[in-house]
């Protein structure tokens, strides 16, 4: 025989419920990028604090790359990573403050800056990929097949053809802003929409508008099947990109993880870890999404 | 408490130096979730009032939609919306999607539930006597009703101003169908986003400011309509 | 004299419950009437019915001669020669004059006649400095008189009061009693009032129904009804054992 639960029980069962969720979902979880526990090579020592905060770029995340090589330093140290993908500025930022442990970003100038201003210390290589302009088929600024991205944005200014840029002062958005330097050209006008967004979201506007932009190869790559947008040009020296990470200077903020953040450079740099990027991309697009270079 | 602080001196310094790309921000999102307002109002309001006092069959089942579609997210309704305006979907032609009159289509797809449901709920709360006094003194059926509708205005006022705060103060639907695109389709709350994004979480929590005291000059001009006293707001006695 | 209201077999139904039951009724113009009861004996329900807010369930009911066939247009046209004043008066938001005025401007009537009809009803009831005031601040009282203005300023030819003394002081009870007198008497207003009040009834209706389980039980000269109650039911109500 079944007892009709009164409202009375029946609401509190709701806020007991209720109570336990909110513990659950405050005990530590954050944006994480590993594989569930229970796999073989749990064996490592779990360190000191595990908990490691890398601040890193949209781009880099969209990519897919840390999903695919952060479960192998989970399981090498026991570090569990807590990725943020802003862009670079907001990563070095949150550096500044002291609310990341390691930077993981593309924009040297901006690093070599960071380290300078003794925000972050151990700076290292570690690959770099390129940036492509894509554009729709029909091509009205007639640049497909260019290997002059300069050229290539100057006759995209003069046919007014529709341009998306990042404008968030993303690594991606300062590398644009530094070829139209190159052109000599400040890029306004009802063609030149600056949407403030990461690089999918650009990407998939980009689409929608049938329009330019300037894009790394590892998103295009990601996400290629789902849009319509053509590359438009490849291959030129200033399209070059590369990464750099950065431990935040543990001297500037008592509980920033210097010991986490230093195993996670270590990692990144060596060997097993660079032939594991290289591989990153391969078996899907037929090609290395990101080139290793650590020295 | 640094930034906090950091972030109201900015706020004030925004606003005392009329930053023109601001002020543009500013404007749009006022002209952007006026105008849903507006369309929500004017649809929501005799809406809300015949699905008070008219009975008819599957009066409840919309009734209960109302109410459940009070509570639509906004990235949700940003993301209906995006699909019929995309190049893919039916209304793709229009080339509608990134504009003010995307955010504003929608807005109205969250303000409209809103302003109908409470529309609905101020009426029903009013009770049986209000018609029959209105009739009894000669009033025509439309002058009753219209009656009705102004008896419950504070109701009403009081759904129009929970709407426009909604509406304001969301950013997924405006991004979703706006895409932030300065000078075109970007407003306060997408501009917060992207501020804190580029790491200039001072600036951003500035514009946060102005939202806030827009939110609040708003609250006080309806207030100011209404005109009653504020003998509504004192509190029960509890002795 | 044609009857003002006349209904033959009138019932009304709610679901299985049948709250009136009126084989013969007829009201002529001109007098105070009361109707009395206790209550649930049907009461307000022939007050609603009469003043055409509810529907009867069968039976004839013929309103000013006519026949009521319940169209829109026959509605507004005779209750526009009606008004009612209900236990405690709905006060529309706004102030005592828009109240007042709202009667006079669903008809049409000019802005400047209004006025004059609205002050004389206010001042007739004593209400003519309250004329600016919101009509919800006021107290019990004098929202009764204010209610009373208002139907009176549409200058009707019945006048309908449901127990308008039953929420309110002694003291603005006896001034209300004493203006439907003189608004009966001045103005030939027929009244039809329900109240529970013996010696209100005494003291106003020319005539008097009592009801009892949806029925007229007695009805007569009010004098005659209570000195000499020739049903036992009366007898038992004016005794108050009911």
């Not at chain 1, 930022?93 to 960071?114: C, I, Y």
């Not at chain 2, 995006?82 to 504009?99: A, I, K, V």
Request: hydrophobic share 45%; glycine share 8%; proline share 3%.
């Amino acid at each position: 025989m079944f007892k009709i639960v009164s409202n009375k029980k029946l609401l509190s069962l709701m806020l007991v419920f209720m109570l336990i969720a909110s513990v659950f979902a405050f005990s530590g979880c954050g944006q994480q990028t590993e594989e569930p526990q229970g796999q073989a090579g749990d064996s490592v020592e779990a360190p000191e604090n595990p908990q490691l905060t890398l601040a890193t770029t949209t781009s880099t995340q969209d990519s897919g790359l840390l999903d695919a090589i952060l479960p192998d330093f989970k399981q090498k140290t026991g570090y569990q990573v807590e990725v943020i993908a802003v862009g670079s500025g907001a990563a070095m930022s949150m550096g500044e403050s002291g609310d990341a442990d390691v930077l993981l970003v593309h924009s040297r100038a901006a690093e070599d800056q960071f380290v300078a201003d003794g925000y972050g210390v151990d700076r290292h290589d570690v690959m770099y990929n390129d940036f492509l302009i894509i554009g729709p088929a029909a091509d009205p600024a007639g640049i497909k097949g260019s290997s002059d991205a300069a050229a290539a944005l100057t006759k995209i200014s003069e046919t007014t053809s529709i341009f998306l840029s990042r404008g968030d002062d993303s690594g991606t958005h300062k590398k644009e802003l530094a070829v139209w330097k190159a052109a000599e050209i400040e890029p306004a006008g009802d063609w030149y929409n600056s949407v403030g967004q990461g690089m999918a979201d650009t990407y998939r506007m980009a689409d929608e508008m049938q329009g330019y932009t300037l894009i790394d190869r590892a998103t295009y790559l990601a996400n290629q099947d789902n849009y319509s947008l053509q590359s438009m040009v490849e291959g030129d020296k200033i399209l070059f990109n590369p990464y750099g990470v950065i431990a935040v200077n543990p001297e500037k903020y008592p509980n920033i993880n210097y010991a986490g953040a230093t195993a996670f450079i270590q990692w990144l740099v060596s060997d097993e870890t660079q032939a594991l990027i290289e591989e990153f991309g391969k078996d899907k697009y037929g090609q290395s999404l990101f080139i290793p270079d650590a020295k | 408490m640094e930034v906090i602080l950091q972030g109201i001196k900015e706020g004030i310094g925004l606003i005392l130096s009329l930053d023109p790309e601001l002020i543009k921000i500013t404007l749009l999102s006022l002209q952007v979730s006026l105008s849903a307002l507006f369309v929500a109002a004017v649809l929501g309001i005799p809406a809300g009032t015949l699905l008070a006092l008219k009975s008819f069959w599957g009066r409840k089942t919309l009734l209960n939609l109302t109410y459940t579609l009070m509570g639509l997210p906004p990235v949700l309704a940003g993301l209906i919306v995006f699909l019929f305006l995309s190049n893919r979907g039916p209304l793709g032609e229009f080339q509608l999607l990134f504009t003010p009159t995307a955010m504003v289509v929608a807005q109205v797809l969250l303000g409209f539930p809103l302003v109908c449901g409470l529309t609905a709920r101020a009426v029903m709360a009013l009770r049986q006597e209000v018609y029959d006094t209105a009739a009894m003194l000669g009033a025509t059926r439309t002058g009753a009703i219209l009656t009705i509708i102004r008896e419950a205005r504070i109701g009403i006022i009081a759904a129009l101003t929970t709407a426009l705060g909604r509406l304001i103060a969301e950013v997924g639907a405006v991004m979703m169908v706006g895409g932030n695109i300065q000078g075109k389709t970007r407003v306060l709350t997408t501009s917060i986003v992207l501020e804190t994004r580029m790491g200039n979480d001072s600036r951003a929590l500035g514009i946060g400011i102005i939202l806030l005291l827009l939110a609040f000059l708003i609250m006080l001009i309806i207030l100011k309509l209404e005109k009653r006293s504020f003998k509504d707001d004192s509190t029960i006695q509890i002795i | 004299m044609t009857a003002l209201f006349r209904l033959s077999n009138l019932s009304k139904t709610y679901g299985e419950r049948r709250v009136l039951n009126v084989e013969q009724l007829e009201i002529s113009p001109g007098h105070i009437y009361a109707i009395m009861g206790p209550n649930g004996s049907g009461k307000t329900t022939l007050l609603r019915i009469l003043s055409l807010l509810t529907f009867n369930t069968a039976g004839q009911l013929e309103v000013f001669g006519e026949q009521i066939n319940w169209s829109k247009s026959q509605l507004l046209r005779l209750r526009r020669q009606m008004a009612m004043v209900t236990q405690s008066s709905y006060m529309f938001e706004g102030s005592v004059y828009y109240n007042v005025a709202y009667g006079l401007r669903a008809r049409k009537i000019s802005e400047r006649e209004t006025k004059i009809r609205v002050q004389e009803s206010l001042a007739l009831l004593g209400m003519l400095d309250f004329m600016n005031h919101p009509a919800n601040n006021l107290s019990g009282g004098e929202k009764q008189k204010v209610a009373i203005a208002r139907a009176l300023a549409v200058n009707p030819r019945v006048l309908f009061l449901d127990e308008p003394t039953s929420n309110i002081d002694p003291t603005s009870s006896v001034d209300i009693e004493n203006y439907v007198k003189r608004i009966n008497e001045e103005h030939s207003i027929t009244i039809i009032l329900v109240t529970h009040k013996i010696f209100q009834t005494r003291k106003l209706a020319k005539e008097t129904f009592l009801m009892w389980d949806g029925r007229i039980i007695e009805q007569g000269p009010t004098r005659n009804l209570f000195h000499d109650p020739q049903d036992t039911r009366t007898r038992r109500f004016l005794k108050g054992e009911y």
